[in-house]
Protein backbone atom coordinates (compact mmCIF):
# COMPACT_ATOMS: atom_id res chain seq x y z
CA UNK A 1 0.00 0.00 0.00
CA UNK A 2 1.29 3.86 -0.33
CA UNK A 3 2.83 4.74 2.70
CA UNK A 4 4.37 8.26 3.42
CA UNK A 5 6.78 6.58 5.76
CA UNK A 6 8.52 4.36 3.84
CA UNK A 7 11.23 3.18 1.64
CA UNK A 8 13.20 -0.28 0.58
CA UNK A 9 15.47 -0.22 3.70
CA UNK A 10 15.85 -2.78 6.27
CA UNK A 11 17.12 -0.56 9.06
CA UNK A 12 14.52 -0.95 12.07
CA UNK A 13 13.76 1.30 14.55
CA UNK A 14 11.83 3.33 17.27
CA UNK A 15 10.85 6.99 18.67
CA UNK A 16 10.22 6.09 22.07
CA UNK A 17 10.02 8.13 25.54
CA UNK A 18 10.50 6.99 29.33
CA UNK A 19 8.32 8.77 31.75
CA UNK A 20 9.29 8.65 35.29
CA UNK A 21 6.33 9.71 37.56
CA UNK A 22 9.02 11.88 40.04
CA UNK A 23 10.44 14.79 40.96
CA UNK A 24 13.76 13.17 40.15
CA UNK A 25 13.12 12.33 36.34
CA UNK A 26 15.90 13.36 34.87
CA UNK A 27 18.17 11.69 36.85
CA UNK A 28 16.40 8.87 36.54
CA UNK A 29 16.52 9.28 32.55
CA UNK A 30 20.58 10.47 32.77
CA UNK A 31 21.34 7.53 35.20
CA UNK A 32 19.19 4.74 33.29
CA UNK A 33 21.30 6.22 29.62
CA UNK A 34 24.80 5.97 31.32
CA UNK A 35 24.03 2.13 32.47
CA UNK A 36 23.30 1.06 28.41
CA UNK A 37 25.90 0.42 25.94
CA UNK A 38 23.76 2.08 23.06
CA UNK A 39 27.23 1.89 20.92
CA UNK A 40 25.63 -0.58 17.65
CA UNK A 41 22.76 1.81 16.69
CA UNK A 42 22.51 5.60 16.05
CA UNK A 43 20.64 7.36 18.94
CA UNK A 44 18.72 10.63 19.20
CA UNK A 45 16.82 12.79 21.55
CA UNK A 46 14.90 15.43 21.65
CA UNK A 47 12.25 16.97 23.61
CA UNK A 48 9.63 14.75 22.44
CA UNK A 49 11.40 11.61 21.98
CA UNK A 50 14.00 9.29 21.41
CA UNK A 51 14.85 7.83 18.35
CA UNK A 52 16.83 4.21 17.86
CA UNK A 53 17.99 3.31 14.53
CA UNK A 54 19.65 -0.35 14.07
CA UNK A 55 19.55 -3.97 13.77
CA UNK A 56 16.17 -5.08 15.31
CA UNK A 57 18.34 -7.25 17.78
CA UNK A 58 19.88 -3.85 18.94
CA UNK A 59 17.34 -1.86 18.82
CA UNK A 60 14.86 -3.99 21.11
CA UNK A 61 18.18 -4.54 23.37
CA UNK A 62 18.98 -0.79 24.25
CA UNK A 63 15.84 -0.26 24.59
CA UNK A 64 15.07 -2.94 27.09
CA UNK A 65 18.05 -1.67 28.92
CA UNK A 66 17.14 1.50 29.41
CA UNK A 67 13.33 0.52 30.50
CA UNK A 68 14.63 -1.55 32.53
CA UNK A 69 17.37 0.32 34.56
CA UNK A 70 14.91 3.26 35.20
CA UNK A 71 12.13 1.15 36.40
CA UNK A 72 14.27 -0.85 39.05
CA UNK A 73 14.61 2.28 41.14
CA UNK A 74 11.27 1.66 42.14
CA UNK A 75 9.48 4.73 40.81
CA UNK A 76 6.67 4.64 38.88
CA UNK A 77 8.00 4.26 35.51
CA UNK A 78 6.15 4.26 31.83
CA UNK A 79 7.68 3.27 28.97
CA UNK A 80 6.24 4.22 25.13
CA UNK A 81 7.45 3.30 22.02
CA UNK A 82 6.40 2.61 18.40
CA UNK A 83 8.81 0.28 16.73
CA UNK A 84 9.01 0.10 13.26
CA UNK A 85 10.92 -1.66 10.15
CA UNK A 86 11.03 -1.44 6.33
CA UNK A 87 9.86 2.46 6.98
CA UNK A 88 13.17 4.50 7.71
CA UNK A 89 11.81 8.33 5.80
CA UNK A 90 15.86 8.53 5.89
CA UNK A 91 19.02 7.20 5.86
CA UNK A 92 20.17 7.88 9.59
CA UNK A 93 21.54 5.12 11.15
CA UNK A 94 22.06 3.28 8.10
CA UNK A 95 26.18 2.78 9.51
CA UNK A 96 24.99 0.51 11.88
CA UNK A 97 23.85 -1.79 10.03
CA UNK A 98 26.99 -3.32 9.36
CA UNK A 99 27.41 -4.69 13.41
CA UNK A 100 27.07 -7.43 14.15
CA UNK A 101 23.84 -9.52 16.10
CA UNK A 102 24.97 -9.72 19.69
CA UNK A 103 23.33 -7.62 22.26
CA UNK A 104 25.86 -5.30 24.58
CA UNK A 105 23.08 -4.95 27.17
CA UNK A 106 21.36 -8.23 27.52
CA UNK A 107 23.97 -10.36 30.19
CA UNK A 108 23.75 -7.55 32.56
CA UNK A 109 20.12 -7.06 32.72
CA UNK A 110 18.87 -10.94 32.14
CA UNK A 111 19.00 -11.19 35.93
CA UNK A 112 16.55 -7.96 37.22
CA UNK A 113 13.27 -8.91 38.58
CA UNK A 114 11.14 -6.36 37.52
CA UNK A 115 7.27 -6.91 37.18
CA UNK A 116 5.26 -4.63 34.59
CA UNK A 117 2.25 -4.47 33.00
CA UNK A 118 1.83 -3.88 29.11
CA UNK A 119 -0.19 -3.63 25.98
CA UNK A 120 1.17 -3.50 22.36
CA UNK A 121 -0.67 -3.57 19.27
CA UNK A 122 0.47 -4.43 16.34
CA UNK A 123 0.17 -2.87 12.66
CA UNK A 124 1.65 -4.68 9.58
CA UNK A 125 0.83 -2.23 6.80
CA UNK A 126 2.40 -3.91 3.66
CA UNK A 127 -0.41 -6.31 3.68
CA UNK A 128 0.10 -10.49 3.67
CA UNK A 129 -0.64 -13.49 5.46
CA UNK A 130 0.68 -12.65 8.73
CA UNK A 131 -2.41 -13.60 10.80
CA UNK A 132 -1.61 -16.83 11.34
CA UNK A 133 2.12 -16.00 12.85
CA UNK A 134 0.92 -13.18 15.09
CA UNK A 135 -1.28 -15.83 16.41
CA UNK A 136 1.26 -17.80 16.97
CA UNK A 137 3.84 -15.48 18.46
CA UNK A 138 1.07 -14.58 21.16
CA UNK A 139 0.26 -18.22 21.91
CA UNK A 140 4.27 -18.65 22.32
CA UNK A 141 4.16 -15.74 24.82
CA UNK A 142 1.69 -17.45 27.12
CA UNK A 143 4.72 -19.68 28.39
CA UNK A 144 6.73 -16.44 29.64
CA UNK A 145 3.96 -13.99 30.18
CA UNK A 146 0.19 -13.38 31.15
CA UNK A 147 -1.71 -12.55 27.92
CA UNK A 148 -5.13 -11.09 27.82
CA UNK A 149 -7.16 -8.93 25.47
CA UNK A 150 -7.64 -5.47 26.05
CA UNK A 151 -9.57 -2.50 24.23
CA UNK A 152 -7.41 -2.02 20.67
CA UNK A 153 -4.08 -4.16 22.01
CA UNK A 154 -3.40 -7.46 23.79
CA UNK A 155 -2.62 -6.84 27.79
CA UNK A 156 0.92 -8.81 28.69
CA UNK A 157 1.86 -9.08 32.22
CA UNK A 158 4.59 -10.84 33.60
CA UNK A 159 8.44 -9.71 33.92
CA UNK A 160 10.23 -7.50 31.79
CA UNK A 161 12.45 -9.38 30.15
CA UNK A 162 9.94 -12.29 29.15
CA UNK A 163 8.03 -8.43 27.99
CA UNK A 164 10.33 -7.51 25.95
CA UNK A 165 12.18 -10.90 24.45
CA UNK A 166 8.02 -12.12 23.42
CA UNK A 167 7.76 -8.14 22.03
CA UNK A 168 11.19 -8.65 20.09
CA UNK A 169 9.87 -12.39 18.86
CA UNK A 170 6.51 -11.01 17.58
CA UNK A 171 7.35 -8.23 15.87
CA UNK A 172 10.62 -10.47 14.33
CA UNK A 173 7.90 -12.94 12.83
CA UNK A 174 5.60 -10.45 11.90
CA UNK A 175 8.25 -8.35 9.66
CA UNK A 176 9.52 -11.61 8.47
CA UNK A 177 5.39 -12.62 7.45
CA UNK A 178 4.43 -9.54 5.88
CA UNK A 179 7.39 -8.21 4.07
CA UNK A 180 6.73 -4.91 4.18
CA UNK A 181 6.52 -1.94 6.64
CA UNK A 182 5.30 -3.03 10.13
CA UNK A 183 4.25 -0.88 13.27
CA UNK A 184 4.16 -1.91 17.23
CA UNK A 185 3.18 0.33 19.49
CA UNK A 186 3.65 -1.18 23.11
CA UNK A 187 3.20 1.29 26.39
CA UNK A 188 4.70 -0.43 29.46
CA UNK A 189 4.16 0.38 33.26
CA UNK A 190 6.50 -0.37 36.55
CA UNK A 191 6.07 0.24 39.74
CA UNK A 192 2.42 1.92 39.12
CA UNK A 193 0.45 2.60 42.69
CA UNK A 194 -3.15 1.49 40.65
CA UNK A 195 -1.80 -1.98 39.76
CA UNK A 196 -3.69 -5.06 40.26
CA UNK B 1 -6.92 -5.56 4.56
CA UNK B 2 -7.32 -8.42 7.13
CA UNK B 3 -6.88 -6.60 10.66
CA UNK B 4 -7.17 -8.23 14.01
CA UNK B 5 -8.36 -5.31 15.84
CA UNK B 6 -12.17 -4.64 13.61
CA UNK B 7 -14.95 -5.03 12.79
CA UNK B 8 -17.76 -2.58 10.83
CA UNK B 9 -19.01 -0.02 13.71
CA UNK B 10 -18.27 3.41 13.60
CA UNK B 11 -17.31 4.00 16.94
CA UNK B 12 -13.80 6.40 17.66
CA UNK B 13 -11.86 5.56 20.46
CA UNK B 14 -8.44 6.02 22.25
CA UNK B 15 -6.02 4.59 23.95
CA UNK B 16 -3.80 7.12 26.01
CA UNK B 17 -1.50 8.05 29.45
CA UNK B 18 -1.19 11.29 30.81
CA UNK B 19 2.50 10.96 32.86
CA UNK B 20 3.07 13.95 35.15
CA UNK B 21 6.85 13.62 36.07
CA UNK B 22 6.35 14.95 39.31
CA UNK B 23 6.10 13.27 42.36
CA UNK B 24 2.32 14.67 42.77
CA UNK B 25 1.55 12.76 39.72
CA UNK B 26 -1.49 11.51 41.06
CA UNK B 27 -2.89 14.95 42.52
CA UNK B 28 -2.11 16.13 39.00
CA UNK B 29 -4.08 13.05 36.96
CA UNK B 30 -6.63 13.00 39.49
CA UNK B 31 -7.71 16.95 39.54
CA UNK B 32 -7.40 17.12 35.47
CA UNK B 33 -9.81 14.38 35.89
CA UNK B 34 -12.24 15.85 38.03
CA UNK B 35 -12.16 19.33 35.30
CA UNK B 36 -13.26 17.55 32.62
CA UNK B 37 -16.88 16.19 32.09
CA UNK B 38 -16.77 13.00 30.45
CA UNK B 39 -20.82 12.29 30.01
CA UNK B 40 -20.73 12.22 26.22
CA UNK B 41 -18.11 8.93 26.27
CA UNK B 42 -17.36 5.41 27.63
CA UNK B 43 -14.39 5.86 29.74
CA UNK B 44 -11.60 3.17 31.49
CA UNK B 45 -8.91 3.57 33.09
CA UNK B 46 -6.19 0.55 34.45
CA UNK B 47 -2.87 0.68 35.09
CA UNK B 48 -1.08 0.85 31.73
CA UNK B 49 -3.81 3.22 29.98
CA UNK B 50 -7.02 4.98 29.94
CA UNK B 51 -9.65 4.01 27.03
CA UNK B 52 -12.06 6.38 25.69
CA UNK B 53 -14.84 5.44 22.97
CA UNK B 54 -17.47 7.41 21.63
CA UNK B 55 -17.95 9.87 18.44
CA UNK B 56 -14.75 11.38 17.34
CA UNK B 57 -15.58 14.90 18.47
CA UNK B 58 -15.94 14.05 22.43
CA UNK B 59 -12.88 11.93 22.08
CA UNK B 60 -10.82 14.36 20.93
CA UNK B 61 -12.38 16.78 23.42
CA UNK B 62 -12.04 14.76 26.48
CA UNK B 63 -8.39 13.86 25.57
CA UNK B 64 -7.13 17.50 24.96
CA UNK B 65 -8.98 18.46 28.09
CA UNK B 66 -7.65 16.48 30.28
CA UNK B 67 -4.43 17.25 28.76
CA UNK B 68 -4.56 20.74 29.19
CA UNK B 69 -5.56 20.82 32.49
CA UNK B 70 -2.74 18.66 33.86
CA UNK B 71 -0.72 20.49 31.53
CA UNK B 72 -1.35 23.70 33.11
CA UNK B 73 0.22 22.87 36.45
CA UNK B 74 3.37 23.82 35.10
CA UNK B 75 4.82 20.24 35.67
CA UNK B 76 6.75 18.88 32.71
CA UNK B 77 3.90 16.50 31.26
CA UNK B 78 3.56 13.76 28.35
CA UNK B 79 0.70 12.75 26.68
CA UNK B 80 0.52 9.59 24.95
CA UNK B 81 -2.14 8.16 22.85
CA UNK B 82 -3.28 6.04 19.73
CA UNK B 83 -6.67 7.14 18.14
CA UNK B 84 -8.43 4.25 15.96
CA UNK B 85 -11.57 4.27 14.13
CA UNK B 86 -13.38 1.63 12.05
CA UNK B 87 -11.98 -1.08 15.05
CA UNK B 88 -13.55 -1.35 17.99
CA UNK B 89 -12.94 -5.29 18.63
CA UNK B 90 -15.93 -5.01 20.87
CA UNK B 91 -18.87 -2.83 21.86
CA UNK B 92 -17.97 -1.25 24.60
CA UNK B 93 -19.40 2.48 24.74
CA UNK B 94 -22.09 1.96 21.80
CA UNK B 95 -24.28 3.14 23.49
CA UNK B 96 -22.80 6.59 23.69
CA UNK B 97 -22.78 7.03 19.87
CA UNK B 98 -26.50 8.40 20.37
CA UNK B 99 -25.04 11.23 21.96
CA UNK B 100 -25.36 14.97 20.02
CA UNK B 101 -22.37 16.53 18.45
CA UNK B 102 -21.66 19.69 21.08
CA UNK B 103 -18.39 19.22 22.69
CA UNK B 104 -19.07 19.78 26.73
CA UNK B 105 -15.12 20.86 27.36
CA UNK B 106 -13.84 23.16 24.61
CA UNK B 107 -15.14 26.20 25.83
CA UNK B 108 -13.56 25.97 29.11
CA UNK B 109 -10.22 25.28 27.67
CA UNK B 110 -10.04 27.22 24.63
CA UNK B 111 -8.22 30.06 26.26
CA UNK B 112 -5.59 28.39 27.97
CA UNK B 113 -2.25 29.19 26.70
CA UNK B 114 0.34 25.93 26.80
CA UNK B 115 2.67 25.83 24.37
CA UNK B 116 3.55 21.74 23.45
CA UNK B 117 5.51 19.89 21.18
CA UNK B 118 4.27 16.96 19.38
CA UNK B 119 4.65 14.18 16.94
CA UNK B 120 2.03 12.27 15.40
CA UNK B 121 1.98 9.62 13.07
CA UNK B 122 -0.91 8.29 10.87
CA UNK B 123 -1.76 4.73 9.56
CA UNK B 124 -4.39 4.06 7.79
CA UNK B 125 -4.71 0.56 7.41
CA UNK B 126 -7.71 0.09 4.96
CA UNK B 127 -5.90 1.24 1.69
CA UNK B 128 -7.33 3.58 -0.47
CA UNK B 129 -6.64 7.06 -1.90
CA UNK B 130 -5.40 9.29 1.04
CA UNK B 131 -2.33 10.96 1.06
CA UNK B 132 -3.78 14.06 -0.82
CA UNK B 133 -6.14 14.14 1.42
CA UNK B 134 -3.17 14.50 4.60
CA UNK B 135 -1.05 16.21 2.72
CA UNK B 136 -3.83 19.15 2.27
CA UNK B 137 -4.52 18.88 6.22
CA UNK B 138 -0.53 19.28 7.12
CA UNK B 139 -0.72 22.51 4.82
CA UNK B 140 -3.75 23.57 6.97
CA UNK B 141 -2.25 22.89 10.12
CA UNK B 142 0.65 25.22 8.98
CA UNK B 143 -1.52 28.60 9.45
CA UNK B 144 -1.86 27.53 13.29
CA UNK B 145 1.17 25.35 14.18
CA UNK B 146 4.80 24.92 13.36
CA UNK B 147 5.50 21.66 11.37
CA UNK B 148 8.59 19.80 10.58
CA UNK B 149 9.49 16.14 9.78
CA UNK B 150 10.44 13.80 12.50
CA UNK B 151 12.04 10.41 12.27
CA UNK B 152 8.70 8.12 11.86
CA UNK B 153 6.31 11.01 12.48
CA UNK B 154 5.97 14.47 12.02
CA UNK B 155 6.27 17.45 14.48
CA UNK B 156 4.25 20.03 16.07
CA UNK B 157 4.94 22.73 17.63
CA UNK B 158 2.57 25.20 18.98
CA UNK B 159 -0.54 25.87 21.55
CA UNK B 160 -2.04 22.98 22.84
CA UNK B 161 -5.85 23.91 21.46
CA UNK B 162 -4.34 24.75 17.84
CA UNK B 163 -2.62 21.17 18.14
CA UNK B 164 -5.37 18.73 18.89
CA UNK B 165 -7.63 20.63 16.76
CA UNK B 166 -5.14 19.99 14.11
CA UNK B 167 -4.88 16.19 14.97
CA UNK B 168 -8.36 16.09 15.08
CA UNK B 169 -8.80 17.41 11.33
CA UNK B 170 -6.33 15.66 9.92
CA UNK B 171 -7.77 12.26 11.71
CA UNK B 172 -11.46 12.72 10.54
CA UNK B 173 -9.92 13.78 7.15
CA UNK B 174 -7.91 10.98 7.07
CA UNK B 175 -11.02 8.04 8.34
CA UNK B 176 -13.39 10.21 5.37
CA UNK B 177 -10.86 9.14 2.74
CA UNK B 178 -9.40 6.14 3.92
CA UNK B 179 -12.83 4.19 4.67
CA UNK B 180 -11.90 1.66 6.94
CA UNK B 181 -9.54 1.17 9.95
CA UNK B 182 -7.29 4.46 10.92
CA UNK B 183 -5.02 4.58 13.46
CA UNK B 184 -3.14 7.52 14.36
CA UNK B 185 -0.69 7.87 17.27
CA UNK B 186 0.41 10.97 18.76
CA UNK B 187 3.11 11.96 21.32
CA UNK B 188 2.91 15.19 23.21
CA UNK B 189 5.40 17.06 25.56
CA UNK B 190 4.30 20.03 27.84
CA UNK B 191 6.92 22.01 30.30
CA UNK B 192 9.92 19.61 29.09
CA UNK B 193 13.43 21.32 30.78
CA UNK B 194 15.21 19.93 27.54
CA UNK B 195 12.73 21.87 25.08
CA UNK B 196 14.34 24.34 22.74
Known amino acids: MTDQYCDDSNIAGVSFSIHPMSDNFINIITEALNEVDTSKVWMKTDDVTTTVRGKLPHVFDVTKAIFIHAAKTGEHVAFQATYSLGCPGDS ?58 AHYSTRLDGESVAIFNGLEHVFQATVNASSSHTVMTVSISANSPSQK
Open 92 to 149: SGNAYMAEDKEPLNSAQIKDIKQPVAAKFSLYPLGGGNYMDTIYEQIEAMKKHVTVSP
